[in-house]
């Protein structure tokens, strides 16, 4: 059988030694997370890792040298195992984390589609917007989006740290469980001592889907700076301490400008009828001001002018 080297997936910085170290005591909290057929669902783990290739079916993973129960355990501990949410949150921040060159660390925050257009049945589901399938052509396919926050790092790899991850409801309002997530993300971090008095400024990235604005006015009180992509060629980008709410001042062309892109929308409810307003009776443009959109200008430390998108 082909080996598979471990130390790989941990940081190029670190000894063998220290690596494998790091990835001893993160298998021992790991099992420690699992409640419920713990043996079953570590050893289903490790199968998904050392899989040669994409997990397209669970039976196939009872067949990988790490599985060494049968497909009825595999079954078992998917239907009645539990895994503690919150205790692996916590390991994941306490873990050595990937960082920029200069030391700080970048978090970057997505939506990640599980798609599901053969299980009709299944609770939840939305309609997500892909890109790729039929023709090249953007699709509306049945599906779960989920929120995801990792850490990055600068150079040439593919690795990064996944934090948390959430699953987007029919009726959750895609900005604010963000922004929940984010400050439950940046406070586990900041107690396991990845950021201290001192440290530069969490990095937060996110493309054009997001409400950056809004974000940072609400998470002003985390040490935290923002940079987001505000059209195909501009970005915002700026910090907390200088972020402010809406104003009603603003310009209509930075407040029409800025609206999230329809196409980044995390999900589209399967019950929302997709039907154009007819013109007799679609709605007057708002007034500059009114609130609609807030526009996205955050002005970054030492500059003068504001990014705003184009």
Same mark, same amino acid.
């Given at each position: 059988?082909?080996?598979?080297?471990?130390?790989?997936?941990?940081?190029?910085?670190?000894?063998?030694?220290?690596?494998?170290?790091?990835?001893?005591?993160?298998?021992?909290?790991?099992?420690?997370?699992?409640?419920?057929?713990?043996?079953?669902?570590?050893?289903?783990?490790?199968?998904?890792?050392?899989?040669?290739?994409?997990?397209?079916?669970?039976?196939?993973?009872?067949?990988?040298?790490?599985?060494?129960?049968?497909?009825?355990?595999?079954? /078992?501990?998917?239907?009645?195992?539990?895994?503690?949410?919150?205790?692996?949150?916590?390991?994941?921040?306490?873990?050595?984390?990937?960082?920029?060159?200069?030391?700080?660390?970048?978090?970057?925050?997505?939506?990640?589609?599980?798609?599901?257009?053969?299980?009709?049945?299944?609770?939840?589901?939305?309609?997500?917007?892909?890109?790729?399938?039929?023709?090249?052509?953007?699709?509306?396919?049945?599906?779960?989006?989920?929120?995801?926050?990792?850490?990055?790092?600068?150079?040439?790899?593919?690795?990064?740290?996944?934090?948390?991850?959430?699953?987007?409801?029919?009726?959750?309002?895609?900005?604010?469980?963000?922004?929940?997530?984010?400050?439950?993300?940046?406070?586990?971090?900041?107690?396991?001592?990845?950021?201290?008095?001192? /440290?530069? /400024?969490?990095?937060?990235?996110?493309?054009?889907?997001?409400?950056?604005?809004?974000?940072?006015?609400?998470?002003?009180?985390?040490?935290?700076?923002?940079?987001?992509?505000?059209?195909?060629?501009?970005?915002?980008?700026?910090?907390?301490?200088?972020?402010?709410?809406?104003?009603?001042? /603003?310009?209509?062309?930075?407040?029409?400008?800025?609206?999230?892109?329809?196409?980044?929308?995390?999900?589209?409810?399967?019950?929302?009828?997709?039907?154009?307003?007819?013109?007799?009776?679609?709605?007057?443009?708002?007034?500059?001001?009114?609130?609609?959109?807030?526009?996205?200008?955050?002005?970054?430390?030492?500059?003068?002018?504001?990014?705003?998108?184009?």
């Amino acid at each position: 059988m082909k080996e598979r080297p471990l130390v790989k997936s941990l940081a190029a910085e670190q000894s063998a030694d220290a690596a494998l170290g790091v990835l001893s005591h993160f298998r021992v909290e790991f099992y420690d997370c699992l409640y419920t057929r713990a043996d079953a669902l570590f050893e289903l783990t490790d199968a998904v890792l050392c899989s040669d290739g994409p997990v397209t079916s669970l039976v196939e993973l009872t067949l990988t040298a790490e599985h060494r129960r049968g497909h009825g355990a595999m079954y /078992d501990a998917v239907n009645h195992g539990w895994l503690e949410p919150r205790r692996l949150r916590r390991l994941l921040a306490s873990t050595p984390l990937p960082r920029a060159a200069d030391g700080r660390i970048v978090l970057a925050v997505d939506v990640s589609n599980w798609l599901r257009p053969d299980a009709p049945t299944s609770p939840e589901l939305l309609f997500c917007h892909v890109y790729g399938r039929g023709r090249s052509a953007d699709q509306f396919i049945p599906g779960w989006p989920y929120s995801f926050v990792a850490a990055l790092e600068t150079g040439r790899t593919s690795w990064t740290a996944v934090l948390d991850a959430i699953r987007l409801g029919p009726c959750d309002d895609a900005t604010a469980v963000t922004a929940t997530q984010l400050r439950e993300v940046v406070t586990r971090l900041v107690h396991a001592g990845q950021w201290r008095l001192g /440290d530069a /400024d969490i990095l937060v990235v996110m493309d054009t889907g997001y409400d950056v604005t809004r974000l940072a006015y609400v998470l002003a009180d985390l040490p935290s700076s923002w940079s987001a992509a505000c059209a195909r060629t501009a970005s915002c980008s700026g910090t907390p301490a200088h972020a402010a709410p809406p104003r009603a001042a /603003d310009s209509p062309a930075s407040t029409a400008a800025s609206s999230p892109s329809p196409s980044r929308s995390p999900g589209t409810p399967l019950t929302r009828p997709r039907r154009a307003t007819p013109p007799a009776t679609a709605r007057p443009k708002p007034s500059p001001g009114t609130g609609c959109t807030p526009a996205c200008r955050l002005v970054a430390p030492g500059s003068t002018t504001a990014a705003n998108s184009l």
